[in-house]
């Protein structure tokens, strides 16, 4: 376990001389610090010393849900704490603590949490953006591509317009280039495309790769008025994924040489397997007398040593080695 930061052991010191003493939105920034690295701690502050001195807030009972998904708690952990906020009479009147009992649901082992998400989903009064958007990213995660566009049509349906994150969370899903051309044509309609909204337009570049149009990948790439390591990122694994080894190569280089933009691990990766590829591809060439394909890689390669760009690459290397051990 990790030690707490000054501030936060400061607050948790002056929390257990005196509970009675500190105010509710102390103790609440207190169990909201805990929960993502001290997940058991708020649990126990709220059942030893908020709970028999003063009654909770929706923030307190949010604070609590996210300090269980680390624990990768049961569902019936979640539904003790999900029964005391009904019995409060928090859960209905406030979105941002049912969100955080939809996502804890999600998470939950199966059975029964997916299908108490779900209920929790179909039973809630009131639905955000926020809200649908965490079913929509889970359904992506686990593959269920038409229950992304199911909550996607509902979403329209209940009158709560699509924002980026709704595109950003639904682009993986798309399995045609027909789903990724309406995505694309709703992001534009919508403002989602312009100067700084990097997820849209490199989740956009992905789909396009991942849906066989990589002309069309190009073109968003193209017109994005800034580029950021995600959007180089999608266009050299892009090339790679889609066996356009040269141009991988040729991304990668732009990107670090002209672009002036530093790769990050899956650039990296990307570009080391169209290498290989390139290579591999040379070699197979010259056994049937015809010319080799792997210049361009070799030559990016010697620019790499020639500017000490190696000792990056040589740390991936050896920690791709470790994860293969």
């Known amino acids: 376990m990790r030690p707490l930061p000054p501030a936060v052991a400061a607050r948790l010191a002056a929390v257990v001389a005196d509970p009675g003493a500190v105010p509710l939105p102390v103790f609440n920034s207190l169990l909201s610090a805990l929960a993502p690295s001290h997940a058991h701690l708020p649990l126990h502050l709220f059942r030893r010393l908020l709970l028999p ?3 909770p807030d929706a923030f307190t009972l949010s604070s609590l849900a996210a300090s269980l998904l680390p624990l990768h708690a049961s569902s019936s952990a979640a539904g003790c704490l999900h029964a005391f906020s009904l019995r409060a009479g928090l859960l209905r009147a406030d979105p941002v603590l ?3 009992f ?3 649901y999600l998470r939950a082992p199966a059975p029964p949490g997916p299908g108490l998400a ?3 989903f179909d039973e809630m009064p009131t639905r955000t953006a926020s809200t649908y958007n965490t079913l929509i ?3 992506t995660s686990e593959g269920a591509a038409d229950v992304v566009w199911t909550v996607v049509r509902r979403m329209v349906a209940d009158g709560c317009a699509p924002d980026r994150f709704t595109v950003s969370a639904a682009l993986p899903a798309c399995t045609s280039p027909r789903q990724g051309t309406e995505m694309h044509c709703f992001a534009l309609k919508s403002g989602m495309c312009g100067a700084g909204d990097f997820h849209v337009g490199s989740g956009l570049v992905s789909m ?4 066989g149009r990589p002309v069309l990948a190009r073109r968003v790439f193209d017109g994005m008025e800034h580029r950021n390591v995600v959007s180089w990122t999608a266009m050299v694994g892009g090339y790679t994924e889609s066996g356009m ?5 040729d991304a990668f280089r732009t990107m670090w040489m002209i672009g002036g933009v530093l790769p990050n691990r899956i650039a990296l990766i990307s570009v080391l397997s169209a290498v290989e590829a390139l290579t591999d591809l040379a070699l197979g060439k010259q056994g049937y007398g015809l010319h080799g394909n792997g210049a361009e890689a070799v030559a990016l390669f010697d620019q790499m040593g020639i500017s000490g760009y190696w000792k990056l690459l ?4 050896l920690f791709l080695n470790d994860e293969a051990v």
């Open 98 to 100: 049912a969100n955080s």
């Open 245 to 249: 080894f040269d141009d991988a190569v």
């Open 137 to 139: 990213s889970h359904s």
């Open 102 to 104: 939809l996502l804890l």
């Open 208 to 211: 396009y790769f991942r849906v």
């Open 118 to 120: 779900r209920r929790l």
């Open 314 to 317: 040589s740390k991936e290397i």
């Open 53 to 55: 001195r003063r009654r």
